[in-house]
T-cell receptor, first 118, second 113 residues
């Protein structure tokens, strides 16, 4: 199993400001993933963060709005920039410790960051 | 890209009854299909998964079936209990896309005592 720690767990932010969410994994992982979960909705993938290269963004998400850092194999950050009330959501990081070893293995999630933009 | 459809969106059953949730996927290259349970305010937790070389997998009261030809998979919960009440998500992982998971829309399961 893996332990993924995410912080902050929640925040209330003013529109126009930015928030950086941190995600720490207790083992080295090749890929880390950032998801958004709007109230009552499913998980939507924002981007895939690969250590040593730029993140790969899904359709509808752009680097200027959601810059991602991946400085090493256990850590990543997601920044929500120039926030508006529409960015109010839960943001989750995820990692699959066993991935890349020739087998599909479990993806683990951080506890999520509940963001409210006012 | 991969698209996962999940039905029903809500499901209410009596305690002791069975519950079935169904998902379809679009990309035949998908080879891993997990099911997650998410309780209110908590992170998703894996309850069972199946790989594309297997047709069925069972773990106590929970089972998953996979039909690769039809590109659909299903979650079966037998002898439901009130603590099974939660939102359940299916997902699919596509080979060669870095291991990302694409999720279905979710099913809110309510088990009435």
């Amino acid at each position: 199993s893996a332990v993924i720690s995410q912080k902050p767990s929640r925040d209330i932010c003013q529109r126009g400001t930015s928030l950086t969410i941190q995600c720490q994994v207790d083992s080295q992982v090749t890929m880390m993933f950032w998801y958004r979960q709007q109230p009552g909705q499913s998980l939507t993938l924002i981007a895939t963060a690969n250590q040593g290269s730029e993140a790969t963004y899904e359709s509808g998400f752009v680097i200027d709005k959601f810059p991602i850092s991946r400085p090493n194999l256990t850590f990543s950050t997601l920044t929500v920039s120039n926030m508006s009330p529409e960015d109010s959501s839960i943001y989750l990081c995820s990692a699959t410790p066993g991935q890349g070893k020739g087998m599909n293995t479990e993806a683990f999630f951080g506890q999520g960051t509940r963001l409210t933009v006012v | 890209g991969e698209n996962v459809e999940q039905h029903p969106s809500t499901l209410s059953v009596q305690e002791g009854d069975s519950a079935v949730i169904k998902c379809t996927y679009s990309d035949s290259a998908s080879n891993y299909f997990p099911w997650y349970k998410q309780e209110l305010g908590k992170r998703p937790q894996l309850i069972i998964d199946i790989r594309s070389n297997v047709g069925e997998k069972k773990d106590q009261r929970i089972a998953v079936t996979l039909n690769k030809t039809a590109k659909h998979f299903s979650l079966h919960i037998t002898e439901t209990q009130p603590e099974d009440s939660a939102v359940y998500f299916c997902a699919a992982r596509v080979v060669g896309q870095g291991g990302k998971l694409i999720f279905g829309q979710g099913t809110e399961l309510s088990v009435k005592p």
